[in-house]
């Protein structure tokens, strides 16, 4: 049997071993001690929204990530929010609805009272808006959980890295930011996110907040949480977060709810998303090593369909 090492637990070395590992593959993977934590996967949103995320990107983007959401049905159902996008916008940035209307599609216009229909706390505070009804979301953190738990519990091997690779037939490399210094062409892409509680405030699915300078959302979590997201700065340096970047993200917040003003702020997070010139990612083969790489910020949505040709790569489907 092909003896398979996948170096890296974030979202895209996790759905490339569990795809493998349901196939039949013989998979080991490479996890450091602090666990997920030092990858960009942590801090990511968990939005499965094809549609909207064409809305700046490539046709290809909404096609695997179609793929994507279908595989997540398929896999882990249960962590699936169906409950669709809401985005809008304030009145004096009304234009950039118009335009992501008009660069996207699956989707349909709410007026004041179809808003407040759809997400109660925000009656009221908006005119209108675009619902993409069948977009989703998931919690990175469960869904990164749970697929270790699954290969753990049906008998993959997680070890420490720096292992002995002569000893595999192939070598999957997910190392994500890592590979920064070893591929030239691969780019950090610097995001910062807030976590914040408050029970003021229930929110049923992602809200976009358009904006024509810093474009903003808040996903909606278990134990009233909610993930407000997030900055995209051209580097690779993953300091402390700014003051700038903490209040550009608490005044979308504000600007969406004003009880949000009140909310405890949770963590404070950055995370590096490696990503290439075009913003897609890439696998690459050289010898028997396969590198997948620059998510940028789609990993959740783009994962799947390339741990799907991926596997196949690898099992010459």
Same mark, same amino acid.
């Given at each position: 049997?092909?003896?398979?090492?996948?170096?890296?637990?974030?979202?895209?070395?996790?759905?490339?071993?569990?795809?493998?590992?349901?196939?039949?593959?013989?998979?080991?993977?490479?996890?450091?001690?602090?666990?997920?934590?030092?990858?960009?996967?942590?801090?990511?949103?968990?939005?499965?929204?094809?549609?909207?995320?064409?809305?700046?990107?490539?046709?290809?983007?909404?096609?695997?990530?179609?793929?994507?959401?279908?595989?997540?049905?398929?896999?882990? #159902?249960?962590?699936?929010?169906?409950?669709?996008?809401?985005?809008?916008?304030?009145?004096?940035?009304?234009?950039?609805?118009?335009?992501?209307?008009?660069?996207?599609? +699956?989707?349909?216009?709410?007026?004041?009272?179809?808003?407040?229909?759809?997400?109660?706390?925000?009656?009221?505070?908006?005119?209108? +808006?675009?619902?993409?009804?069948?977009?989703?979301?998931?919690? #990175?953190? *469960?869904?990164?959980?749970?697929?270790?738990?699954?290969?753990?519990?049906?008998?993959?091997?997680?070890?420490?890295?720096?292992?002995?690779?002569?000893?595999?037939?192939?070598?999957?490399?997910?190392?994500?930011?890592?590979?920064?210094?070893?591929?030239?062409?691969?780019?950090?892409?610097? +995001?910062?996110?807030?976590?914040?509680?408050?029970?003021?405030?229930?929110?049923?699915?992602?809200?976009?907040?358009?904006?024509?300078?810093?474009?903003?959302?808040?996903?909606?979590?278990?134990?009233?949480?909610?993930?407000?997201?997030?900055?995209?700065?051209?580097?690779?340096?993953?300091?402390?977060?700014?003051?700038?970047?903490?209040?550009?993200?608490?005044?979308?917040?504000?600007?969406?709810?004003?009880?949000?003003?009140?909310? *405890?702020?949770?963590?404070?997070?950055?995370?590096?998303?490696?990503?290439?010139?075009?913003?897609?990612?890439?696998?690459?083969?050289?010898?028997?090593?396969?590198?997948?790489?620059?998510?940028?910020?789609?990993?959740?949505?783009?994962?799947?369909?390339?741990?799907?040709?991926?596997?196949?790569?690898?099992?010459?489907?």
């Amino acid at each position: 049997m092909n003896k398979i090492l996948i170096k890296g637990t974030g979202i895209g070395g996790l759905t490339a071993a569990y795809e493998l590992f349901i196939r039949g593959a013989d998979v080991t993977i490479t996890t450091l001690d602090n666990g997920f934590s030092n990858s960009a996967s942590w801090y990511a949103g968990g939005m499965l929204a094809p549609y909207c995320e064409r809305e700046g990107t490539e046709q290809i983007i909404e096609d695997l990530g179609i793929k994507g959401m279908k595989w997540w049905d398929q896999t882990l #159902p249960e962590f699936v929010l169906h409950n669709g996008t809401l985005v809008i916008a304030t009145a004096r940035d009304i234009a950039e609805l118009d335009r992501f209307s008009v660069r996207t599609k +699956g989707h349909e216009k709410v007026d004041a009272r179809e808003l407040g229909n759809l997400e109660p706390c925000l009656a009221g505070r908006f005119q209108k +808006g675009l619902f993409y009804a069948t977009e989703a979301h998931l919690d #990175p953190r *469960e869904i990164l959980r749970e697929l270790k738990n699954r290969l753990e519990h049906e008998g993959a091997c997680f070890v420490a890295p720096n292992q002995d690779e002569s000893q595999y037939d192939t070598i999957i490399d997910a190392t994500g930011r890592e590979r920064l210094s070893f591929d030239e062409e691969l780019r950090g892409v610097r +995001g910062e996110m807030l976590l914040i509680r408050t029970s003021d405030i229930n929110l049923s699915r992602p809200i976009r907040l358009l904006h024509p300078r810093i474009p903003l959302y808040i996903v909606p979590r278990k134990d009233n949480l909610f993930m407000i997201g997030a900055t995209m700065i051209e580097t690779d340096n993953c300091g402390p977060a700014t003051a700038y970047s903490m209040m550009e993200l608490l005044n979308a917040a504000y600007t969406v709810h004003s009880a949000f003003a009140q909310a *405890e702020i949770i963590e404070i997070g950055i995370g590096i998303r490696p990503a290439y010139a075009d913003n897609l990612p890439r696998v690459k083969r050289i010898d028997n090593t396969i590198f997948i790489n620059g998510f940028y910020r789609h990993g959740y949505l783009l994962a799947p369909a390339i741990a799907v040709q991926v596997a196949d790569m690898v099992l010459n489907y």
